[in-house]
């Protein structure tokens, strides 16, 4: 197995400092003020063979940034070492950048005001990319991203779509080994964010890039990631197949019907009918969690519909955030 990432004992902590209430306080922690350690990311350890893509999940603050942040040279870890392709993101700075490519979903790499053209010349002397091979590149990522149609837009004229293709064409001009990509999807359309992920599933492929990946959106999760590892207060709490979390969060899916009658609440006897399926009865609501890969919601609801009168039906989709949650309190256990 060719190794591109091995992350050992990573640690991060941040130096906080606290401000205590009160003007007295306040001004005597102006001369004296009290420190508090923060460990943002926690003995993380993993592996990323090359040409897999490696879903990094966690809920918000969970610590994703931070460790992305070390692994791309932006902060120095306080213990443990990463190594991508071999190099040091710390001490081999200039070598290690033609290795990676970094998007943040959020932010732009781009500049505003130039044509993206005229963008992608600049970054061709950046990289010192040969003219030949620059050609031969930009007709591959104009292929698979589909740039043609707004390369000689300016970037600011460009829509969140359009703009996150560019993006992620801009990340990969230098034929990066790692791809780094954060939130690729966010705030796109469905439709869109198709697009993107066949671009970035067909990228893989065909250069065998390896690519880390934060989503909070479960379809790029489903769609495009070959493993999952998912951190909570920065560290740890599964590592494993997307089927694998797929059996552990089944369970999430959830189906609430509400009848008219009490007496019908009590005469539902789902366990007769359906193996593996929490009920809770509140009231005129029945709640169902189910494992999703088990038991079908049309089958729930046909037969929930045949003995009762249902005033209402919600079904909730398991979200990525709910399954973390879950995670940390225990409800899941680990894989
Ligand atoms: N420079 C810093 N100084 C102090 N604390 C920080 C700093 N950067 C991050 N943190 C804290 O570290 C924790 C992890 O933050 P991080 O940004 O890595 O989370 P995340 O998983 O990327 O979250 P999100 O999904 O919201 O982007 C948070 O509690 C955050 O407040």
Sequence with gaps: MDKMIVVEHLDKT?????????????????????????????????????????????????????????????????????????????KNRTAYVKDIGVV?????????????QETYSVLKEIYDISDSEFHKRMAFLNEVLDLNTFIKDPVRTLSLGQRMRADIAASLLHNPKVLFLDEPTIGLDVAVKDNIRKAIKQINQEEQTTILLTTHDLNDIELLCDRIFMIDRGQEIFDGSVSQLKQRFGKMHEVRFEMTQQLEVERLDYHQHFSDLKVIKDGLQVTIQFDATKVAIPDLVKFTLSRANVKDIAVKDADIEEIIRRFFRKEIENV
């Design 14 to 90: 941040f130096k906080k400092t606290v401000k205590q209430p009160g003007l007295k306080a306040g001004f005597k922690s102006l001369f004296k003020p009290q420190i508090e350690t923060f460990e943002a990311v926690k003995d993380l350890n993993f592996e990323i063979p090359k040409g897999e893509i490696f879903g990094f999940i966690g809920a918000n603050g969970a610590g994703k940034s931070t460790t992305i942040k070390m692994l791309t040279g932006i902060l120095t870890p306080t213990s443990g070492t990463c190594l991508i392709n071999g190099k040091n993101p710390q």
């Design 104 to 116: 943040f979903g959020q932010r732009t790499q781009l500049w505003w005001d130039l044509a993206l």
